[in-house]
Nanobody
Framework: QVQLVESGGGLVQAGSSLRLSCAAS????????MGWFRQAPGKEREFVAA????????SYADSVKGRFTISRDNGKNTVYLQMNNLKPEDTAVYYCATCRWTTYTYDSTDYRFWGQGTQVTVSS
């Protein structure tokens, strides 16, 4: 079993930055790809970013490309999401998740373990 705990969310103004962290415990996640997803009120959960098990490959949703950066520190069993130039449409609960494989996918059903989420609210 893997426990994931997200942190770093909050209420910020448009144009601000936040850095989300996802700390894993229970077992190492260094052998698995990791992803960030988000869910806004009344909307389905959507893919935000993902990173391969080595960190050598990343992918982003078009809506966040150029503004968000995903990274990982396998020594700390932690994944990060640096979010810059935040927009009101980025408001959502952000979840990190562990993929079933070393390479990432964009389908949330391929992710086995999930954190409880952290709220990000961006005011205009």
């Amino acid at each position: 079993q893997v426990q994931l705990v997200e942190s770093g969310g909050g209420l910020v103004q448009a144009g601000s930055s936040l850095r989300l962290s996802c700390a894993a415990s229970g077992r190492t996640v260094s052998n698995f790809a990791m992803g960030w997803f988000r869910q806004a009120p009344g909307k389905e959960r959507e893919f935000v970013a993902a990173i391969s098990w080595t960190g050598g490959s990343t992918s982003y949703a078009d809506s966040v490309k150029g503004r968000f950066t995903i990274s990982r520190d396998n020594g700390k069993n932690t994944v990060y999401l640096q979010m810059n130039n935040l927009k009101p449409e980025d408001t959502a609960v952000y979840y990190c998740a562990t993929c079933r494989w070393t390479t990432y996918t964009y389908d949330s059903t391929d992710y086995r373990f999930w954190g409880q989420g952290t709220q990000v609210t961006v005011s205009s």
